[in-house]
């Protein structure tokens, strides 16, 4: 088995409203200084693999088809 | 400004009913192969701090007052 993390996030210029909410929170918590917060996903999967260079080809597939909107979302691959 | 990713994952053997879903709607999309998929939450905060140390200590406060529950979840904190 395979370990990777896959780091989903929206693409600049997206609108992250659930990120604005938690700058407001952060503020009304008495965080000062607090600039940008951008909220994004992260998956951690196990696949069955040969080698970590197909199991990252079936991740990105996977990030393609499922786990990340790629008109709005840029995706990682990391193999742990 | 100071760039920080913080992830934020379940505690092992907390129940992911959302990794359990993705899980089977990547079988049915074909993955054979797919062990366990866990998903956690990833903030991308910009926080105006002197030097990388304070910032990370008040990047931690944050984890624990807001954006995490340290009853279910961990929280790692990067500085970029």
């Known amino acids: 088995m395979i370990k990777a993390r896959i780091v989903v996030t ?15 929170a952060l503020g009304s918590l008495g965080f000062a200084g607090v600039g940008s917060v951008r909220q ?8 069955d693999a040969a080698d970590p260079a197909s199991a990252e080809a079936q991740l990105k ?4 088809k499922l786990l990340a909107n790629t008109v709005i979302e840029n995706y990682t691959v990391e193999i742990a």
Chains 1, 2 share one sequence.
């Open 10 to 24: 929206l693409k600049n210029g997206v609108l992250d409203p659930q990120g604005k909410a938690i700058e407001g």
């Open 61 to 64: 597939d996977m990030c393609a």
């Open 40 to 47: 994004g996903k992260v998956f951690d999967v196990e696949v």
